[in-house]
Every structure is written in structure tokens, then in C-alpha cells.
């Protein structure tokens, strides 16, 4: 295909789906027909969302902040430097396949415009002032230049086309350098402009597929599970390796598992109904009025738990999701879980007298009510579960 034709195929596409495809577009984990992406990526368990914003005077703004929570519960760890490799298997003459990428950064919260202090669950942000990579002729990452998008960025002010794979044609490539801890967003789209009739076919004009990735670190001798942050000889060592082995919860990015950091109620339950298998609750109806999101990770892990009698929530209906759970409510879930008695005025001693008879919190020093960090959540959990 010649310099020429792409550039058409090229003008054709943007033309037509700018503004067609949404920026964060629903994800689609398999497209065999359209293209194949080989690597030697190991899917990781790993729930987060991924945020964006675009900056106005010193804050970010809350109407402009869009959401991605990964809810396939995993990402693809790569070793620094690993090539992935996407082959066009579409025989369609005008066709492509176009790459793009964008990367994120942790951080737990922004402040929006008006001063409100936004959490963002898992961490990651990215700015939409900062735009992306898309993928150019010789296989290297071009940045986009401001004002830009996606299929607007194939080509920059000299008419040079990014890199188009027409059918049978491959392309291997790194990952661009988005520094440390950074999760990187990797768009994969299926063009072909001869398809003009996309409002009714427009599941053939344009596919796409989205894929998270992060770098992950070469594991050593001192560290367990591959986390700088967790030392070998922690208490919580094995633990934490049981539990992203287990599915249960993983870093907080592909080199970091945050021992210190709080967990929520939503988190800690959820950890709960994943080590019990991710059973499905009888009921997919919730009685909690801030549990109304069938599509969160948490959803069924709730249902689940107040069907089971481990949580009720914290009263008038509400389950309280975002609230930061102390020593005594995990020691209680994992109480009730195992058909303990942990009810009445006195649940809080209740518990902690179970966990103690039971081994749960040997080694540990805490208060009832206080904090329980991610490093002892995974321990009670692996004590009770593993």
C-alpha cells in the first residue's frame, strides 16, 4: 500500500469518526477477526480505575474528570523492554489497524475547580492537557501534538501518516517511556473508510480493544511477590504472595503493594468474596442505598456479604462504602464468615476475643477501632483463609 492510499484511508477515517468514538469507550477484551496482539504479557489480578482531567486554574475539573474502572480485575505485566506485536488478520483491502496509547500515573486523589477533594480508587491519573502516543511509520511513539485526538493525530502538520497495518502486515514495539509506576492504556483500533454506511454498520466500520499494562519489576531475593515495598522477611510477606496469587487483591501498581495504605469497606469485602471464590449472590437486588452499581467490583462482593450475614452495613440502609475500616470489622467479617458470633452491643469484643482464640491477630499490635493498613487485612485474611 503505497505512501498515497494511506493517507486517504487515513482523511477518510478521521472525517468520519471524529466524534463517532468516545473517548472512553466501552472495552472489548477479544477481537480474533480484526487482529491478533501476541506478548508475553502474564495477566495480573488488579482492580483500579483510571482517571481523567483536564487542569483549570490550579485544580482539575470535576465535569471534564472521566472514569475507566478496569473490570476485567486484571492488567498485563511486562518485563522493561518486552515487545508486543500486533498483526492485522482482517483480509479486507482498505482496512487498518491503528495503535495508540495513553499513560497514567498513581496518585489517590485531585482537587476539582471548586476546591472539592476528589478520591480516585487505585490511584492512576492522567491529565488530559498531556495527551498521548500515537504509534508512527518506523514503529516509534510520537506525541501528540496539542489539539489532537486519536485518529486526528495519524497525521501531523507535514502529512506524515502514523504507522497504518493493512491486512497480513505486523509491527512489534515497546511501550513508551512513561517513567515510574506508570499503567499504560494501549488503544488498538480496526479502521476501513470503504465501509460508509456507519450508522448502521458501525460495529464494522470501527473496532477497538483496550488493554492495561504496567512494567513489572525482576523479582529479588529481598522483596516478596515482586514488590519493592514488601520485604522478604515482612510478617505480612507470605501473605501478600498468597493473596495476589489467590486473586484476591494486587499492588497498588506492578512495583508497589502500599502495606501502610487504609482499605475501605467496599475493598476489605470484596477481598473476603474473592479469597471465598467470587461466589454469586442469590440476589442481584441491593437494599443499600450507595450500593446501586451493578457494574462496580464491589457490587456483588456486598450483596454477597450482607446475604451471608458478615456485614449489614452501617445503618439506615446504607453500607458505607467508602468508609475506612478498623481492626475490629475485619476481625468481625471474618468472624461471621466462619459462623461466629460476632452480634449485639458487643460485637467489637466479640470479634477480637474470636480472632485471638483463633490465631488471627498473633504478631500484630492494633486497637480495636483502629486503622487496619492493607499489610493486615491480607494478614487476618491469609491467617483465617489460606
Not at 47 to 68: H, P
Not at 88 to 110: A, I, R
Not at 317 to 329: A, E, M, R, S
Amino acid at each position: 500500500m503505497n505512501h498515497c492510499k494511506r493517507i486517504v484511508c487515513t482523511l477518510l477515517a478521521v472525517v468520519v469518526l471524529l466524534g463517532a468514538v468516545p473517548a472512553l469507550a466501552a472495552e472489548r477484551t477479544e477481537l480474533p477477526d480484526y487482529f491478533s496482539v501476541e506478548t508475553d504479557a502474564v495477566q495480573t489480578p488488579g482492580q483500579f480505575t483510571l482517571t481523567e482531567g483536564r487542569i483549570l486554574g490550579g485544580g482539575i475539573d470535576g465535569g471534564l474528570a472521566n472514569s475507566i474502572t478496569v473490570g476485567d480485575d486484571f492488567y498485563y505485566a511486562l518485563e522493561a523492554g518486552s515487545e508486543i506485536t500486533v498483526t492485522n488478520t482482517n483480509p479486507s483491502p482498505t482496512g487498518f489497524v491503528y495503535l495508540y496509547c495513553t499513560v497514567f500515573h498513581p496518585q489517590d486523589s485531585y482537587v476539582s475547580y471548586t476546591g472539592e477533594t476528589i478520591e480516585i480508587p487505585g490511584g492512576y491519573f492522567r491529565e488530559l492537557d498531556t495527551n498521548g502516543y500515537y504509534l508512527g511509520e518506523d514503529g516509534q511513539w510520537l506525541f501528540l501534538d496539542d489539539g489532537h485526538w486519536l485518529l486526528g493525530a495519524v497525521m501531523d502538520e507535514t502529512y506524515r501518516p502514523g504507522r497504518m497495518l493493512f491486512y497480513g502486515e505486523s509491527c512489534s514495539f515497546t511501550l513508551p517511556d512513561g517513567g515510574e509506576d506508570a499503567a499504560y492504556l494501549l488503544h488498538f483500533f480496526y479502521l476501513d473508510p470503504a465501509v460508509t454506511d456507519y450508522e448502521t454498520t458501525n460495529a464494522n466500520y470501527t473496532e477497538w480493544q483496550r488493554n492495561v499494562y504496567m512494567v513489572a519489576p525482576a523479582a529479588t531475593d529481598d522483596t516478596a511477590a515482586g514488590f519493592a515495598d514488601v520485604p522478604a522477611d515482612a510478617y505480612y510477606a507470605d501473605a501478600v504472595a498468597w493473596a495476589v496469587e489467590a486473586g484476591v487483591t494486587s499492588g497498588t501498581s506492578a512495583t508497589a503493594f502500599s502495606p501502610d495504605a487504609s482499605v475501605t469497606r467496599a475493598q476489605a469485602v470484596t477481598f473476603l468474596w474473592r479469597a471465598a471464590g467470587s461466589p454469586e449472590p442469590a440476589s442481584l437486588t441491593s437494599d443499600f442505598s450507595d450500593v446501586t452499581d451493578p457494574n462496580a467490583y464491589y457490587y456483588q462482593a456486598v450483596l454477597w456479604a450482607a446475604e451471608q450475614g458478615i456485614t449489614n452495613g452501617t445503618g439506615d440502609g446504607v453500607f458505607g462504602l467508602n468508609g475506612t475500616l478498623p481492626y475490629d470489622q475485619i476481625l468481625a467479617f471474618l468472624c461471621r464468615a466462619a459462623g461466629g458470633d460476632a452480634s449485639g452491643a458487643d460485637w467489637s469484643e466479640k470479634a477480637l476475643a474470636w480472632a485471638a482464640e483463633n490465631g488471627l491477630t498473633d504478631g500484630l499490635s492494633f486497637t480495636a477501632a483502629g486503622t487496619c493498613p492493607r499489610s493486615d487485612v491480607v494478614y487476618c485474611l491469609w491467617k483465617q483463609l489460606a
